[in-house]
């Protein structure tokens, strides 16, 4: 098995989080992430372990005057076939589970 992945050389957000100076770049970038889950889940995709870490810069200041972000790390999500598709499995980065999941399992 070969997998091909895209080189994104400018890291993830977690690198670069303390960059962030202006309540306007952070806007920007929340809003960029929203609008990225926004299609997946319209899509019927819940990615499950988003994190800094799944983040991806591929522009930022002062390459380019906006930060843009491609979502990845895809490896544990799942499609929402149905309103019965259950979201109750313990899986992914602690800190990052949905409270939903946390709250299920305690």
Known sequence: IFLVMEYLENGDLSHHIHAIS??????QITTNVLDGL???HAEGFAHRDLKLQDIFIVQ????SSRWWFKIGDFGISKRVLNDETSFH??????NFQAS???DFLE
Request: hydrophobic share 25%.
């Open 38 to 40: 926004a299609i997946m």
């Open 22 to 27: 202006t309540e306007d770049e952070a806007r």
């Open 60 to 63: 930022k200041p002062p390459q």
């Open 89 to 94: 499995t313990n899986i992914g980065t602690p």
């Open 100 to 102: 939903e999941i946390r």
